[in-house]
């Protein structure tokens, strides 16, 4: 399993309910197949920036409330080449091999204005809620994936 793969699973496990320790979060995911060590989902759960709140049933895991993932930001900058755009649709185009990463960026920001992303290896296709707003949009994703 690789490394996003894993990302993935742990932020589903962690949105889906309370996870009140390492060890429930490893024993969950080792029933998905993912078999993980207290020092890999530590330093996973730091990277994803991932925090316990303590809490009146003894806390729980906490993701950041933004979607912003601090280990996928210093990524962005060297792997993001051109952003263009139509009228309906914007396409970021990127290294080879780094388009799933860009996509999982832009998916982890919760955008309002972006119904969702396809990726391929080095094209990212984004698709806008609406095409009124594609224009701030395109201006927000250079923001977020070239100042990076």
């Given at each position: ?51 316990w ?79 009124r ?8 994703l ?7």
């Amino acid at each position: 399993m690789t490394k996003k793969e894993r990302f993935f699973r742990i932020r589903k496990i962690i949105t889906a309910g309370a996870v009140g320790s390492q060890e429930e979060l490893r024993r969950q995911l080792e029933g998905q197949g993912c078999r993980v060590t207290q020092a890999t989902l530590s330093r996973d759960l730091k990277d994803l920036g991932a925090s316990w709140v303590a809490g009146p049933d003894g806390g729980h895991y906490s993701l950041p409330a933004s979607g912003d993932s601090p280990a996928l930001r210093p990524l962005m900058g060297a792997g993001v080449l051109d952003i263009a755009a139509n009228e309906t649709l914007v396409l970021v185009r990127t290294l080879p091999g780094a388009a799933g990463t860009v996509a999982e960026f832009i998916d982890s920001q919760r955008l309002q204005d972006v119904l969702g992303t396809v990726a391929g290896d080095n094209t990212v296709l984004v698709i806008p809620s609406s095409i009124r707003k594609l224009g701030a949009l395109q201006k927000l994703l250079k923001e977020k994936l070239l100042a990076a």
